[in-house]
């Protein structure tokens, strides 16, 4: 996806690694789909390419149930009793 955006603008590897402040290996091993790129690589490249309002878009069904399912109902309020002193 970063590859293919890059070279839509016609931006050389350096001119974006240059634009999102990282460093060219760093963008190669981005490109190449490494897991040990920080997320803040990640997020500058994205945010150079336009690409970060995307991120909004994504659904995880899994994250979705486990929030779901820890979600804490309101409490109902307690009866108050006349007599109480």
């Not at 290996?25 to 995307?54: N, Q």
């Not at 929030?67 to 309101?74: C, F, P, S």
């Amino acid at each position: 996806m970063v590859r293919q955006a890059r070279l839509a603008r016609a931006w050389t590897q350096q001119a974006l690694a240059e634009r999102a402040r990282i460093s060219l290996a760093t963008l190669k091993r981005l490109e190449g789909g490494a897991v040990e790129v920080s997320l803040g690589g990640w997020l500058s490249v994205l945010e150079c390419l336009g690409l970060l309002p995307l991120l909004g878009e994504l659904r995880d069904p899994a994250s979705a149930a486990v929030l779901d399912a820890t979600r804490t109902q309101r409490a109902r309020p307690r009866k108050r009793d006349d007599l109480d002193f």
